[in-house]
């Protein structure tokens, strides 16, 4: 029933930027907070950042100040604007959703992934040197 598809991934070069998009369906966001992440090759996939139902976001340290995370609940998606990449940010980036348990659950920002019970197929993020 629920499914998000991510888009806007593509190469581009370092201290550019990229906006990626997820598009949910069978679910509002009113009551679904979000969060992005990403893998690498050979590494696992790491929290990138979060969007509770109230629009509260929290990020991973190393990403707070370059990158963005939004969302449109009329157009049912979330955002991730990403600047200032660099070569290292080079990953799959996915967006996931979790189903809250009540209405202080939606308020919480949660980085782990198994907080998610949905999951996007990702799309490929490329910074070139």
């Known amino acids: 029933q629920v499914q998000l598809v991510e888009s806007g991934g593509g190469l581009v070069q370092a201290g ?19 969060g992005w992440f ?31 995370i939004s969302r449109d609940n009329a157009k049912n998606t979330v955002y991730l604007q990403m600047n200032s990449l660099k070569p ?8 996931a959703g979790r189903n809250a348990r009540n209405f202080l659950d939606r308020s919480l920002i949660r980085t782990m992934r198994s907080d998610y019970e949905d999951w996007g197929q990702g799309t490929q993020v490329t910074v070139s040197p």
């Open 16 to 34: 550019g930027s990229l906006r990626l998009s997820c598009a949910v369906s069978g679910r509002t966001l009113s009551n679904y907070p979000m």
């Open 38 to 68: 990403r893998q690498a090759p050979g590494k696992e996939r790491e929290f990138v950042a979060a969007i509770n139902s109230g629009g509260k976001t929290g990020y991973a340290d190393s990403l707070k100040g370059r990158f963005t």
């Open 88 to 95: 290292e940010d080079t990953a799959v980036y996915a967006c």
